[in-house]
C-alpha cells in the first residue's frame, strides 16, 4: 500500500525505519551534509510519512524482541528505553519510550527533529538571555519561555544545536513514544547544558563527573541523617570557601533539609554576601528548583493522565492565563476554570494535619472541622481562579486558606 505522497504503508517496523533513513541520507548528501540542512530534512521526512500512521506500536514492539536482524544498540541511559532504529555514519533513528519522563529544560549537541509517534506531551521553548559564563560549565543569565502548546499525537518539531533549540518536555501518556532522527554530534555545539529557570544554566555531564563533589554530599547526608547540630555551620563553611559553582552544588543538594531546620536564610546570606552580583539570581533558581522537585515527586505517585496533565502545567506554565490556553487546547468544550476545579476536587486528600489539594494543607491554625475544608478549599481556589475580588476582601479564613494555595504548587493559578 501507498500514502498519497508516494510513500508505502508497512508493514514491519524495520523496513519502515530502513526507508526513513535512507530517505534521510539521500536527501542530505544532495545538500553535502550541511549542518543547517539537517533539520528541515529530517522533520519534512517524518512529515512526509510520520511514524505515527505507519508504524504499529505493539507490532513494532514485538518484532524487535523477536527479530535479531537489528542496528546496533547504544548503552545510552536516556529514554526508557533507547532503541536504536537506523544507524549511519553521520545520523541515526531513534525510537524513545517514556513511562513517567519529564526532561529537565535543556539544549541539544546534536540537530535532527523529533516526532509524537503516540502520546502527548506539553513542550515549552526558551531563550537564555544576558549569559554570563562564569565557567565553561555554569553560566548564569536569564531563561525566558518563548511558547508552551500541547503536542498531540503525530506532531514533528526540528531540533537544532546548542542555543537556538532550548526547550522540555512533560510526558503526559503512559507511554508516550517519541521517534528522533539526529546527528551524532555536532562539533563545537556543546555543552549540553541543562537550565535551572530562572537563571542558572549547568553542564551536567560536568556536574556529574565531579567525585570530589559527589562524595561531599554523601557526606553532608551522612550529617544530615545523624542529625548533626553543626549541619547549617558546616554548610556555611563550604558555600564560604569554595567556589561558585560547588558553592551553588552545595546550596541545590542541601536548601530542602537547611529549610526544614529553619537555617536557609542564614546560609544563602553567606553565598550572597561571597559572590556579591553575581549571586543575584541563585536565591530564585534554587527556590523554582525545588519547587519542580515537589512536583516531579508528586507525579510519582499520581496516575490518572489528567491530573498529570494538571500536573504538567503547574510545573511548565509560567501563569494562570497559559495554564487555560492549554486547558481549552484540549479539552475545548469545557471551561477551563471549572476543568481545574474538578480535578482539585479529586485530588483533595487527608493529611495527618487536614485536608490538602496537592502540596496545599488546611491551615491548621483554623479551627475548623475536617467536614467543612473541603468546600473551603475549593472557594478559595474558586476565587484565585476568577482573577479574584482582592484576597483582602475575601472573608478571613478565606483568605489565609488562599495564602497557604499561593504558597503551594498551586500558586501560579494565583500569578
Ligand atoms: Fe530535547
Keep these: 500500500m501507498w500514502h498519497g505522497l508516494g510513500w508505502p504503508i508497512y508493514r514491519f517496523m524495520k523496513s519502515y525505519f530502513d526507508q526513513l533513513g535512507r530517505t534521510v541520507q539521500k536527501r542530505w548528501q544532495q545538500k553535502n551534509f550541511s549542518l543547517e540542512s539537517f533539520p528541515e530534512i529530517a522533520s519534512s521526512a517524518m512529515v512526509e510519512s510520520p511514524p505515527s500512521e505507519s508504524v504499529d506500536l505493539e507490532e513494532m514492539i514485538h518484532e524487535f524482541l523477536i527479530n535479531d536482524d537489528q542496528p546496533f544498540q547504544s548503552q545510552s541511559g536516556f529514554g526508557q528505553p533507547e532503541l536504536v532504529a537506523f544507524n549511519h555514519s553521520r545520523f541515526y533513528i531513534r525510537i524513545l519510550f517514556w513511562l513517567e519522563g519529564t526532561t529537565d529544560v535543556h539544549q541539544h ?21 544576558t549569559a554570563h559564563p562564569v565557567t565553561p560549565y555554569l553560566s548564569v543569565g536569564d531563561l525566558q519561555m518563548k511558547k508552551i502548546a500541547l503536542l498531540e499525537t503525530g506532531r514533528t518539531v ?5 542555543r537556538r533549540c532550548i526547550h522540555s518536555l512533560f510526558h503526559l501518556d503512559m507511554p508516550s513514544v ?59 563553611e563550604m558555600v564560604e570557601s569554595l567556589d561558585f559553582e560547588r558553592g551553588f552544588h552545595t546550596l541545590l543538594h542541601a536548601m530542602e533539609y537547611l529549610q526544614a531546620l529553619g537555617e536557609w536564610e542564614m546560609v544563602l546570606e553567606v553565598f550572597q554576601k561571597k559572590h556579591g552580583e553575581l549571586a543575584t539570581g541563585v536565591s530564585a533558581t534554587l527556590g523554582e528548583s525545588l519547587r519542580r522537585d515537589v512536583i516531579t515527586r508528586m507525579r510519582s505517585y499520581i496516575e490518572e493522565p489528567e491530573h498529570r496533565f494538571f500536573l504538567a502545567l503547574l510545573m511548565n506554565a509560567p501563569n494562570r492565563l497559559e495554564i487555560f490556553t492549554l486547558i481549552s487546547a484540549r479539552f475545548p468544550n469545557q471551561g477551563p476554570a471549572s476543568v481545574i476545579l474538578a480535578w ?55 483568605e489565609e486558606i488562599q495564602g497557604v494555595l499561593r504558597a503551594s504548587s498551586l500558586g501560579v493559578l494565583f500569578d
Design 109 to 129: 549537541e546534536f540537530s535532527g527533529a523529533f516526532h509524537v509517534m503516540s502520546g502527548s506531551s506539553i513542550h515549552a521553548e526558551y531563550e537564555f538571555e
Design 158 to 162: 526540528p531540533i537544532s544545536s546548542g
Design 178 to 236: 517519541t521517534v528522533v532522527i539526529r546527528t551524532h554530534n555536532d562539533p563545537g555545539t556543546g555543552p549540553q547544558f541543562n537550565y535551572l529557570p530562572p537563571h542558572v544554566a549547568i553542564d551536567p555531564i560536568h556536574a556529574g563527573s565531579d567525585a570530589l563533589m559527589m562524595r561531599r554530599k554523601q557526606l553532608l547526608g551522612v550529617l544530615e541523617t545523624l542529625g548533626d547540630p553543626e549541619y547549617a555551620e558546616r554548610v556555611c
Design 344 to 398: 482539585a476536587e479529586e485530588l483533595i486528600e487527608p493529611t495527618d494535619f487536614g485536608l490538602a489539594i496537592l502540596d496545599a494543607v488546611f491551615p491548621e491554625t483554623l479551627d475548623v472541622p475536617i467536614q467543612k475544608q473541603a468546600e473551603m478549599l475549593l472557594a478559595a481556589l474558586q476565587n484565585g481562579l476568577e482573577g479574584g475580588a482582592a484576597a483582602e476582601s475575601l472573608p478571613g479564613e478565606l
